[in-house]
């Protein structure tokens, strides 16, 4: 069934959260293997999906699209494969305190047009990792790549062993629609605008918001010159500057200010 309008979203939504129940009992074991499988698909696929959101969206570029899929992929499992999210992960014995990791239920996933498939199998991953439900709300301008991304990490997911309905999306995302996702869920992971992340925030739900980064940079007499140049060019070059934390701004002082020139030019 094809997610287009509010009815079909909210049974989307229930079969979400009835597989995160399910979910929910696996052994760390279990949640591993299911982590690590859908990791490599996603890697495997990472030049598939790059090509596709370069073409959908026209924006970005082929190349680091790629790059960013294969670091939301085999990077993130690296950063997290070995953290305990089952069971107890802490015992503190003198202060008698004994940290227990359960999953929230299910996540509502905003996920912008400038980034469409790095990070939806980014926070695909690590609600497969927490033992989490999550349901996507794709941009309308990139939302066939998103999709792709999801239903192939789903897809390895369920193969390895998770139920089956565990990650959702919308096939037609509207306003109305995402609204109706951060309603539902039970914690939202925000990617997008300023108005999408107030949105999340203003939803009345947990919410973790990623928008504009505006990022200054500032170059002093202590700075290396060539590196600080260089670095901040292939940052802010780096798939068009689609990533919001490259550097919008650079603030250069007046003693280094002829080097910089220099350095750019």
């Given amino acids: 069934m094809k ?3 509010v009815e079909e979203l ?14 929910s009992t696996y052994t760390q074991e279990q949640v591993d293997t299911i982590f690590k499988t859908a990791a490599i698909a996603g890697n495997t696929a990472r030049i598939s999906l790059a090509k ?3 073409e959908e969206t026209g924006m970005g570029v082929v190349e680091d699209k790629v790059i960013k899929n294969h ?14 999210t089952c069971g107890v992960i802490e015992r503190d014995i003198a202060n ?51 999709i792709a991304a999801a239903k192939i990490v789903l897809d390895a997911a369920v193969k390895a062993g998770a139920p089956k309905g565990i990650i ?26 300023p108005g999408m992340v107030k949105a999340a ?11 504009a980064g505006n990022t200054p940079a500032i170059i002093d007499e202590t700075s290396d010159i060539q590196m600080a140049v260089s670095s901040i060019l292939i940052s802010k070059t780096f ?11 650079v603030i250069v002082l007046a003693d280094v200010y002829e080097q910089v020139k220099k350095r750019v030019y």
């Fill in 96 to 146: 008698g305190i004994t940290k227990i990791a359960e999953p929230v239920g299910v996540i509502a996933a905003i996920v912008p047009t400038t980034n469409p498939t790095s990070t939806a199998i980014f926070k695909a991953l690590l609600a497969l990792k927490s033992r989490n439900g999550i349901v996507f709300a794709p941009h309308p301008r990139a939302k066939n790549c998103t």
């Fill in 3 to 5: 997610v287009t309008n």
């Fill in 71 to 84: 670091y939301a992929s085999e990077y993130i499992y690296n950063a997290y494969k070995n953290t305990k």
């Fill in 168 to 193: 959702g999306w919308i096939d037609e995302p509207s306003v109305e629609l995402s609204g109706i996702v951060m309603k539902e869920a039970d914690l939202i992971l925000a990617t997008g605008g």
């Fill in 52 to 54: 596709m959101a370069a």
């Fill in 10 to 23: 909210l049974i989307r939504m229930q079969e979400v959260r009835e597989a995160q129940k399910e979910f």
């Fill in 201 to 211: 925030y203003s939803s009345g739900k947990p919410a973790v918001g990623v928008g």
């Fill in 239 to 249: 798939d068009n500057g689609m990533i919001c934390a490259s550097e919008q701004s």
